[in-house]
């Protein structure tokens, strides 16, 4: 079974930038196709970026041109980096396959917020 541990969230003003970070342990996520999901508070969990073994990536409209989504396999590290930061990005983040097969961490929590 693999298990997440999100890291990297924070406060920041709008505009800002912040780069989250997920290191899986258990088993190899290289095989897996990999998301970044974000759940705001009173919302339902989305997916935002995703990227497959190979390395191709996705992003929600929303967050197109702002939000890149990278993997290190040899770390068995996703990353998520966030910039032109928005008080609509507020959320927690985690990540997992995609489609989520495995259990949540405790996501990182991304306040945006002057």
């Known amino acids: 079974q693999v298990q997440f541990v999100e890291s990297g969230g924070g406060l920041v003003q709008p505009g800002g930038s912040l780069r989250l970070s997920c290191t899986a342990s258990?088993?190899?996520?290289?095989?897996?196709?990999m998301g970044w999901y974000r759940q705001a508070p009173g919302m339902q969990r989305d997916l935002v970026a995703s990227?497959?073994?190979?390395?191709?990536?996705n992003y929600v409209d929303s967050v197109k041109g702002r939000f890149a989504i990278s993997r290190d396999n040899a770390k068995n590290t996703v990353y998520l980096q966030t910039n032109s930061l928005k008080p609509e990005d507020t959320a927690v983040y985690y990540c997992?396959?995609?489609?989520?097969?495995?259990?949540w961490g405790k996501g990182t929590l991304v306040t945006v917020s002057s």
């Open positions: 990227i497959s073994g190979t390395g191709i990536t």
């Open positions: 997992n396959s995609n489609p989520a097969w495995f259990s």
């Open positions: 258990g088993s190899s996520i290289r095989v897996h196709a």
